[in-house]
DNA sequence: TAGCGTTGTAAGCGCGTGCTTACACCAGGG
DNA sequence: CCCTGGTGTAAGCACGCGCTTACAACGCTA
């Protein structure tokens, strides 16, 4: 059914026009944008990109699907568009001893909130398998968390530890999000938040193979910020 | 390009007709059943389910694409098929305590050695998008895999750790094959299955929340079964 | 040899896809 | 009024897809 079919045509001689951000306006060019790409991602987060169908974004968004080529050119650079909205905000915004478990508190959030959550992850899992656009955006993304996570770490494979640890996220977010398996799917993110957090506190440090000299336990004391009692 | 192009008309007046797995007879079902298989599950990890084409996997097999759908039904059922094959044998034929990390060396060797390889985890993680064959089958394959790891762990939730271990499984995988992010997809087995097996150790056993009374720190005592030095 | 079931093949059907085109509507300015 | 440019729309094009059909080639038995 249409969600927002009805909220369109408002006149607007109550307000200022000069409102540039302001709600949907008649004829809306960037209203219809933004309404076409949160369609879009819900689209290609729930049936994956090849599956996802211009005409389903069209009718989900409530516009004809032309002003989608005319917006965006093609649906690969949509899946392109909708990708790379969000992304980096979370690395920017939190500082990097804290940046894994934002990270995994966003990826078990994900799943449960559908109505509003722009489920990102969901697009990404989806569509990995073809579109060759998604593995892209997600080594580009990925790298960028794994250098800001390998930064933690003084060992000299410190990114290699920092990539095992997003992979456990991608994979906890597969299990979840696409299959589903129980009791994963279902379990709080606290419980899974914790078992996670413990099995990797050595790995992004340097409890592993304290070659180079350094005392093996000291990050023992150096507890990182935990919210549990 | 044709790959078993020629190899398929020889005379079999030199051997046994008898021989019911032997190389290509001229009009041999057996043998064009297991062409397509092979083909449909390189054609699939290399593409994805959705991606992929009958006409390819009829091309990459040497075949007429109608015999797909004589032989298997549908594309779909082609996919079930090929995800069939050889899941459970590593489960049946491994002692539980070794299966995680065979099952880790087994996604570790997986992307390396094209030829000949299966490359059945490709196949699972391209088409897990769509095609809902496949996240289906990963649900059932990783219940069980779960089941077994789960008793290791006397604790209550050890299907839930078992089933993170699996999640991590196949993030890596992910990473791996799909995304090739560097240096993890260049990364040594050894290495890798180092870091994962040390950060899992206290995960499958019962380290975490150890209410019951078992010694919590008995871990460092009670060492994996480690083939490194 | 003819008959028959199995295996392989060429051709194409129906359909849904991404994408395009031609055109209607609505504003502001002369 | 017409013109211009931005926005929305209906219709359809070309193509590749999964799948089907009619039929030829072959191996076997009699």
Redesign the interface.
């Known amino acids: 059914m249409d969600t927002s079919g009805e909220t369109r045509r408002q006149d607007r001689s109550d307000g200022s026009p000069a409102s540039e951000e302001a709600a949907h306006r008649p004829r809306d060019a960037r209203g219809t944008r933004t309404r076409i790409l949160h369609a879009a991602g819900a689209v290609f987060a729930e049936?994956?990109?090849?599956?996802a169908t211009v005409r389903d974004i069209a009718g989900r968004a409530g516009v004809n699907q032309a002003l989608i080529f005319r917006y965006f050119g093609s649906k690969k650079a949509l899946l392109t568009e909708v990708m790379a909205q969000g992304g980096k905000e979370q690395l920017l915004h939190t500082p990097p001893d804290r940046l894994f478990e934002t990270a995994l508190r966003g990826v078990l959030a994900e799943d449960g909130g559908e109505p509003g959550s722009d489920r990102l992850l969901a697009v990404y899992?989806?569509?990995?398998?073809?579109a060759d656009a998604a593995?892209e955006t997600?080594?580009a993304l990925?790298?960028e968390y794994?250098a800001a996570l390998a930064a933690l770490s003084s060992a000299d494979?410190g990114?290699?530890?920092a990539?095992?640890a997003?992979?456990?996220?991608?994979?906890?977010g597969?299990?979840r999000v696409?299959?589903?398996?129980e009791?994963?799917a279902s379990?709080e993110p606290e419980?899974?938040c914790?078992?996670?957090l413990?099995?990797?506190d050595?790995?992004l440090r340097d409890e592993?193979l304290p070659r180079d000299g350094r005392a093996p336990a000291g990050r023992a004391a150096k507890r990182r910020p935990d919210e549990r009692p």
Chains 1, 2 share one sequence.
Request: charged residues 20%.
């Open positions: 049936r994956g990109y090849e599956a899992l989806r569509s990995i398998g073809s593995p997600v080594r990925g790298e794994a494979d990114t290699l530890r990539q095992l997003m992979a456990w996220l991608l994979g906890i597969l299990m696409v299959v589903g398996q009791p994963l379990a419980e899974i914790r078992h996670v413990t099995a990797l050595g790995l592993v």
